[in-house]
């Protein structure tokens, strides 16, 4: 059954090819929001701090000058704590000694493994069950009849208490009741950034719900599971990615500040941003650069995060399209 | 029989704090298999609602009644329950929504969304499923529809989009098509475009067609059989030709001659109707049009107009129709068929054929002309 005649057809298919040469295939929401992204200076100052950080915390410690670990400033002599003698960076020791005679530089290389670890794993966490919780409140309150208002209700009032808490309240009480150690540390600063994920992915689902395309979904007699996870879910992911950046960054500076309460590692030779920190705090007097290192690296990580984040929140948003 | 026989629908909307909205009031009207039926009115007279009622697409909570029938192919579809009503959609009854680009998934290709349905009516998976849907792309003048199935809807024209939807919504041969206003999102050369399509579609196919639309050029186009609304209900129903001609209820007459013509001089000055959709918020004892009638005679307000049913097999709800040349008014009155509480009300041809020179309306309309 044919609509167009023969001749019609053929002019529009050369139309059609002629079209096409112009512009790339298959250009999809994500890759639109790629291109806008590559011209904002933000993002590229963002890229470029994350992909050294990651850079650093991959290949890093293969290359450093002494093992992290060795205390040789004391062994040789230079460092005398009792005396209060840390030697300050020198053509050696670039960062200088810490106060067990450790190499600051080369802790603070291998530091960046463990810090990115914990950010990532954290935000995980986070993603994977306030995702999840959210994902299915938003479905049944958007979708869902007389039981998805109640499942919704439920779901989101156990956010609810969660929130209620003061963040790193919250993380110390967890760390505090799983005992200090590295998975637990992740698995608190994880379980803090879950409800904000959930409300933000539920309701996100919610505003989709009402949208035309799931009406006309509906209208075509479509399931209201597949609906939900083909339809309403992919659209409602955006603001979800942008929050996973900008908690990847709270999440080290949490991460840190659960190590400072000493809720972190307990192996504290291991060494970890957040620790050296802690560890900085009886020499403030003598070395203060000694917390100013890790700070200032952390502070750098934590902004290349959030200018990527905000910058993909920007490229992301419909409203700001074309 | 009928395909699709809608019976005294209504539809109210009751808010808490407000009073309740009767969006759509006793609307029937009936499609038979093949045929183009249009319903026309302006913005708010109870059109989309309608079909959404139709569809069971209405949101689904306390303060949303819907009453009457809508009987097709034997079912009562406002009786069924969910899953079967899922089954009939797309399947059967098919939709066509105004704005193409809203009513396509942005993040999802053209293609997954069109093989969905397909899937889920035909049982179609993989290959034969991505074939078919070419071939559906194909058959509803999409060129390339191979490429067109791997792009995304912001990729496509407006009138691409909606050529997808329509695709979509013939992919499993639906006996009733509803499309409501498919071409106010269009560009005017476009629209023609795809009313072409929703035309050869309804040939070829013989599926029936409701068109819901404000604009009397698609109608005039299409549809075999028309019923005007207003104010949530039918005021006449005629077929497209003696509409056209001789309407006879006055709001038709306001709306046909509201529309620019061609053969009009220049300085000619448009005749829009007076006044915009009341509030239908509370139905007054009377007709609905009253307030911005030219035709208002003291009887319009008291009791809601009765359904006259004419010799020529046309019908319209109105006790001061337009006249037509060469019959005393009445004589074509076949049948009054008393509407639902108005006992003793006036018959159609005891009204006086001329308006009263003073408009002078008795007790209803201090507050109508206010707002």
Redesign the interface.
């Known amino acids: 059954m044919t609509i167009i005649s023969g001749k019609k057809r053929e002019k529009i298919d050369r139309l059609a090819e002629l079209a096409a040469r112009d512009e790339e295939r298959g250009v999809s929401l994500w890759q639109d929001a790629f291109r806008r992204l590559r011209r904002n200076p933000a993002a590229i100052v963002g890229a470029i701090i994350l992909i050294v950080f990651v850079l650093v915390a991959l290949v890093g410690p293969f290359f450093v000058p002494y093992g992290p670990k060795d205390t040789m400033g004391i062994r040789e002599g230079v460092v005398k704590v009792g005396q209060g003698l840390i030697p300050g960076p020198s053509a050696e020791h670039w960062l200088g000694y810490d106060h067990q005679g450790r190499d600051v530089f080369s802790r603070m290389i291998v530091g960046a493994r463990q810090t990115l670890l914990v950010g990532v794993v954290a935000t995980m966490i986070g993603l994977a069950i306030g995702a999840l919780i959210g994902g299915v409140a938003g479905a049944a309150a958007g979708l869902g009849g007389r039981w998805g208002r109640w499942v919704d209700t439920t779901l989101m009032r156990f956010i609810d208490m969660l929130l209620a808490m003061p963040s790193l309240l919250l993380a110390v009480s967890i760390a505090a009741l799983l005992g200090p150690s590295l998975i637990t540390v992740m698995i608190a600063v994880g379980m803090v950034s879950v409800p904000v994920f959930a409300r933000l992915l539920r309701g996100s689902m919610i505003a989709q719900s009402n949208s035309d395309y799931v009406l006309a979904a509906t209208s075509l007699g479509v399931r209201k599971s597949k609906i939900a996870l083909s339809h309403v879910l992919p659209n409602s992911l955006a603001p979800v990615i942008v929050q996973a950046t900008l908690t990847l960054a709270t999440a080290i500076i949490e991460a840190a500040a659960l190590s400072y309460l000493g809720l972190g590692n307990p192996d504290s030779a291991t060494p970890e941003w957040g620790v050296m920190l802690a560890d900085a705090q009886p020499w403030l007097g003598i070395r203060p650069a000694l917390a100013i290192y890790p700070a200032v690296a952390i502070i750098i990580t934590a902004l290349g995060f959030t200018l990527l984040g905000e910058a993909m929140r920007e490229a992301l948003d419909p409203k700001l399209r074309k | 029989m009928a395909l699709l026989d809608v019976e005294e629908l209504s539809v109210t909307f009751a808010r808490r704090n407000q009073r309740t909205v009767r969006a759509v009031d006793g609307v029937s009207f009936s499609v038979d298999a093949g045929e183009v039926v249009g319903l026309v009115g302006e913005s708010g007279c109870g059109k989309s609602v309608t079909s959404l009622a139709i569809?069971g697409?209405l949101p689904?909570q306390p303060g949303v009644q819907v009453g009457g029938k809508a009987v097709f192919d034997g079912t009562d579809l406002l009786q069924i329950d969910d899953r079967s009503r899922?089954?009939?959609?797309?399947?059967d009854i098919?939709?066509i929504?105004q704005?193409p680009l809203?009513?396509?998934?942005?993040?999802?290709?053209i293609g997954?969304?069109v093989t969905?349905?397909l899937t889920?009516?035909r049982g179609m998976k993989g290959q034969a499923a991505a074939k078919e849907a070419a071939q559906l792309l194909d058959?509803?003048?999409i060129?390339?529809p191979k490429?067109r199935l791997?792009?995304?809807p912001?990729?496509l024209s407006g009138g691409m989009r909606q050529r997808a939807?329509i695709a979509?919504?013939v992919a499993c041969q639906p006996r009733l098509l509803i499309a409501d206003e498919p071409t106010t999102a269009l560009d005017v050369t476009i629209q023609a475009q795809i009313l072409e399509?929703l035309k050869?579609l309804v040939r070829?196919s013989g599926t029936a067609l409701v068109m819901i639309t404000h604009d009397l050029g698609v109608v005039a186009g299409m549809c075999d059989t028309i019923n005007v609304l207003y104010g949530g209900r039918v005021v006449e129903t005629a077929r497209r030709r003696p509409l056209f001609r001789q309407p006879r209820h006055p709001y038709t007459v306001g709306l046909l001659s509201s529309v620019p013509r061609l053969d009009a001089g220049r300085g000619e000055r448009l005749n829009p109707i007076p006044g915009s959709v009341r509030d239908l918020l509370p139905w007054p004892d009377g007709c609905a049009f009253a307030p911005r009638c030219a035709r208002r005679v003291d009887a319009c307000v008291g009791e809601p107009p009765e359904l006259v049913l004419t010799h020529d097999g046309r019908s319209y709800r109105c006790v001061n129709p337009a006249p037509v040349p060469g019959l005393t008014p009445g004589e074509d009155v076949r049948e009054v068929v008393p509407g639902q509480a108005t006992p003793g009300s006036v018959p159609a041809q005891a009204v006086p054929n001329d308006p009263p020179a003073v408009p002078g309306l008795a007790a209803a309309p201090s507050e109508e002309e206010t707002s």
Do not use: C, T
């Open positions: 569809m697409l689904r899922r089954d009939i959609r797309g399947r098919a939709m929504f704005d809203s009513s396509l998934n942005p993040v999802v290709p997954i969304q969905e349905v889920r009516h058959r509803v003048g060129p390339d490429r791997k792009e995304y912001h990729q939807l979509m919504a399509l050869e070829d």
